[in-house]
C-alpha cells in the first residue's frame, strides 16, 4: 500500500502539541494513534514506520502476552520541533 503525503501530514497535524501515542495490536492485526485522552485513530502499518523512519515515534514498550501482544511507541524528544517542520514544508516527510 502507498503512503499518502497528505495521510502522513493530517497525522501529524492530529499529533503536533499533544503527547500522543501509537499502539499496534499484533494479536488484532491494528495500529492505532491516541491523541489526548478521547481522540483515536486508526492507521496502517506503512504508516507507523513512516513516523518511525522520519523519527517522530519509537519504540517504548509492550506486552508479548499470548493473545494481548501489542507494541507502544511514545513521540521522541524532537518530535514536535520535526512535526513542525514538516507541516511547513511537506518534502521534508522521507516516505519509506
Same mark, same amino acid.
Given at each position: 500500500?502507498? %503512503?499518502?503525503?497528505?495521510? %502522513? &501530514?493530517?497525522? $501529524?497535524?492530529?499529533?503536533? #502539541?499533544?503527547?500522543?501515542?501509537?499502539? %499496534?495490536?499484533?494479536? +488484532?492485526?491494528?495500529?492505532?494513534?491516541?491523541?489526548?485522552? +478521547?481522540?483515536?485513530?486508526?492507521?496502517?502499518?506503512?504508516?507507523?514506520?513512516? $513516523? &518511525?523512519?522520519?523519527?517522530?515515534?519509537?519504540?517504548? #514498550?509492550?506486552?508479548?502476552?499470548?493473545?494481548?501482544?501489542?507494541?507502544?511507541?511514545?513521540?521522541?524528544? $524532537?518530535?514536535?520541533?520535526?512535526?513542525?517542520?514538516?507541516?511547513?514544508? +511537506?518534502?521534508?516527510?522521507?516516505?519509506?
Amino acid at each position: 500500500m502507498a %503512503i499518502s503525503t497528505e495521510r %502522513i &501530514v493530517t497525522i $501529524l497535524g492530529f499529533m503536533y #502539541g499533544y503527547k500522543a501515542e501509537v499502539v %499496534i495490536d499484533i494479536s +488484532k492485526n491494528k495500529c492505532y494513534l491516541f491523541v489526548g485522552i +478521547k481522540n483515536q485513530f486508526e492507521l496502517n502499518y506503512e504508516e507507523v514506520d513512516c $513516523l &518511525v523512519c522520519n523519527e517522530i515515534i519509537e519504540l517504548d #514498550g509492550g506486552c508479548g502476552e499470548k493473545g494481548h501482544e501489542t507494541e507502544i511507541y511514545i513521540l521522541t524528544d $524532537l518530535a514536535q520541533e520535526k512535526i513542525k517542520l514538516i507541516l511547513k514544508d +511537506k518534502k521534508l516527510i522521507q516516505l519509506n
